[in-house]
């Protein structure tokens, strides 16, 4: 259950720029999550509600999008997306060494949203413009109850 680990990295991002951001109250976080991070977002939503409690984050909403695991081959550059398997490029075929992995690992926080800071954080430095944005649906993660 790696995802308690995560979302008390998650909140730790959170109220630090909520913080320098004058926020009071943080009502939504945007964040992605590569797909090799295997983060399962029921869970890390459940998690950061349990270590977000009496922080300014605690009524959050998380809104968790999984991004495409993207590598850059090391003898073309070519960056490219893969399911789960990431030893050859399309161009030059199997490479044995040194396949770059670019995403597809990390978390990234996209935006905060909150009161007492009109405009949120924006910080679109990681656009991967790669379509596979889902959102797990509306899940308010105070009552953590389904349908
Ligand atoms: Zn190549």
């Known amino acids: 259950m ?3 680990a995560i979302a008390q990295n998650l909140l730790e991002i959170v109220l630090d720029e909520s913080a320098r951001h004058g ?6 976080i945007v964040v992605q999550v590569g797909a090799l991070a295997a983060v399962v977002p029921e869970a890390l939503t459940f998690c950061f509600q349990v270590v977000s ?4 984050a ?18 073309c550059g070519e960056l490219f997306e893969v399911e789960d398997r990431f030893d050859a490029c399309p161009d030059c075929g199997p490479v044995m060494s040194g396949m ?6 990390e978390m990234t926080v996209l935006s905060i949203e909150g009161e007492g800071d009109n405009e949120g954080v924006e910080d ?5 413009g790669a379509g596979g944005s889902e959102h797990p649906g509306d899940q308010r993660p105070t009552g953590g109850r389904k349908s």
């Open 100 to 105: 770059h992995m670019v995403s597809g690992r």
């Open 58 to 75: 605690a009524s959050a909403r998380l809104d968790i999008e999984t991004v495409p695991v993207v590598v850059r081959c090391p003898l």
């Open 23 to 28: 926020m009071r109250r943080v009502d939504r």
């Open 124 to 128: 679109h430095d990681g656009n991967q």
């Open 2 to 4: 790696h995802e308690m």
């Open 53 to 56: 409690q009496d922080t300014p």
